[in-house]
C-alpha cells in the first residue's frame, strides 16, 4: 500500500537527508580522475558483450546492440533484444548499462518457454518493478561486490590493457 511505501521512504530520508549533508560539508569526494581517459567506443562493445555473456546472457536467444539510451525488450524469452551506450571518456556509463540490462535480459530469457503456458498469465513478466529489482539485483547488488571486481579487472585490463593499477581490488 502506499501508506506503507511511505512509511519506508520516510524513514529512509530521516536517515539519507542528514548524512548526504555531513558528506557535501565534511566529506572528501574521492578521486577519479583516473576513470577520464579515452576509451575505444569497440572495446567498450566487445567487454560489455562478454560480461553480458559470463553474467548467463544467452547469445541465441537475443542480441546486444548500441542505442541512444539503454533498454531491453523483444518477444519475450526467446527473443530479448537488449542495448547500451558507450562514452569515449567514461567506461563506467557502458559497464553499468550493459550490466543493468542484462539483468533485464535475463529475467526475461528465464521465463517459462513451455509451449502449454504460452499467452497465460503464468508466463509473463510479473511487473515492471519486479524486473527492475532483477535489473538492479546486478548493476548494485552483484557488479558493485568486492567479489565481482576481482573478476571485473582482468577483463577490463584485457580489453583496456593500459588501465590504471589504482583500481586494483585487495
Not at 530479448?80 to 563506467?92: G, H, V, Y
Not at 553499468?96 to 533485464?104: F, L, Q, R, V, Y
Request: charge should be negative; hydrophobic fraction near 35%; charged fraction near 30%.
Amino acid at each position: 500500500k502506499a501508506s506503507r511505501i511511505d512509511e519506508v521512504f520516510n524513514e529512509v530520508r530521516a536517515g539519507l537527508v542528514p548524512l548526504i549533508e555531513e558528506l557535501k560539508t565534511k566529506g572528501t569526494p574521492p578521486d577519479a580522475t583516473w576513470l577520464q581517459r579515452d576509451y575505444d567506443l569497440d572495446a567498450q562493445a566487445k567487454l560489455c558483450r562478454q560480461i553480458a555473456l559470463d553474467l548467463g546472457f544467452d547469445i541465441e536467444k537475443g542480441r546486444l546492440d548500441v542505442s541512444v539510451h539503454p533498454f531491453t525488450g523483444g518477444s519475450g524469452p526467446t527473443d530479448t533484444r537488449m542495448t547500451t551506450r558507450f562514452k569515449k571518456d567514461d567506461l563506467t556509463e557502458g559497464l553499468t548499462g550493459a550490466i543493468h540490462e542484462t539483468g533485464h535480459a535475463m529475467y526475461e530469457q528465464g521465463r517459462n518457454m513451455d509451449p502449454e503456458w504460452k499467452d497465460l498469465p503464468v508466463n509473463q513478466a510479473l511487473s515492471m518493478g519486479v524486473h527492475e529489482s532483477q535489473s538492479l539485483l546486478w548493476e548494485r547488488m552483484v557488479a558493485l561486490s568486492r567479489p565481482f571486481q576481482t573478476y571485473l579487472l582482468p577483463k577490463i585490463k584485457e580489453f583496456f590493457p593500459d588501465f590504471p593499477e589504482v583500481a586494483t581490488v585487495e
